[in-house]
């Protein structure tokens, strides 16, 4: 059973545009949530993430909303570069106080067109 | 380079086979974290260590195993080798802190296992 959904394999937007990338998540119990960028045949680099006790935080372009009564969480990159085309990961983390092993969803493939 | 390094990049082996991954974590870094990514698949935990304890265990199979040794570096070995073991292999280091613009885990830029 998945905990972390991400229900879209892929977006494409403009550029210059509003990209939304969506999440959402099975267990209450999560207390931290991330959004993870990976570029083929790298790692994943770690984009901007939120506790539960907030439900916005932003970092120059990229805003996440969480939505705890929905279980939802929201990654939004405004104005979407062609830069930013690459796989996004939405993850939870299932230990408070500490950094445990994190949940992660299958991942969405944003294309940013010029 | 994110500070956490993993070899080899690539690995081709053949059904049966036993290989190792190699991981060394950020310095200063006392976790490190296991997971594997299958086509089309998330990223799968497997195992952490801390500071050379494992920690937590996630779908790791029992053909698996890994140990972090004292100088922190980890090794990931995989035997009894089926196809369906082909998959990215990626380690991560935490150090402990985070804050909401610096969750402080890293990922290595993997290890790419085509079992044939």
């Known amino acids: 059973d998945q905990q972390v959904k991400q229900n879209s394999p892929s977006l494409s937007v403009q550029e210059g545009r509003i990209s939304i990338l969506n999440c959402d998540y099975t267990?209450?119990?999560?207390?931290?949530f991330l959004w993870y960028k990976k570029y083929p045949a790298e790692g994943p680099t770690f984009l901007i993430s939120i506790s539960s006790i907030k439900d916005k935080n932003e970092d120059g372009r990229f805003t996440v909303f969480l939505n705890k009564s929905a279980k939802h969480l929201s990654l939004h990159i405004v104005p979407s570069q062609p830069g930013d085309s690459a796989v996004y990961f939405c993850?939870?983390?299932?230990?408070?106080?500490?950094?445990?092993?994190?949940?992660f969803g299958k991942g969405t493939k944003l294309s940013v067109k010029p | 380079d994110s500070g956490v390094t993993q070899t080899p990049k690539h690995l081709i082996t053949a059904t049966g086979q036993r290989v190792t991954l190699r991981c060394s974590p950020r310095?200063?870094?006392?976790?490190v974290y296991w997971y594997q990514q299958s086509l089309d698949q998330g990223l799968q935990f497997l195992i952490q260590y801390y500071n050379g304890e494992e920690r937590a265990k996630g779908n790791i199979l029992e053909r698996f195993s890994a140990q972090q040794f004292p100088d922190l570096h980890s090794e990931l070995n995989l035997s009894s080798l089926e196809l369906g073991d082909s998959a990215l292999y990626f380690c991560?280091?935490?150090?402990?802190?985070?804050?909401?613009?610096?969750?402080?885990?890293?990922f290595g830029s993997g290890t790419r296992l085509t079992v044939v």
């Open positions: 993850a939870a983390d299932l230990y408070g106080g500490s950094q445990g092993n994190l949940i």
């Open positions: 991560a280091s935490s150090g402990g802190g985070r804050t909401d613009t610096n969750y402080g885990y890293t």
């Open positions: 267990n209450s119990m999560f207390d931290y």
């Open positions: 310095s200063g870094d006392l976790s």
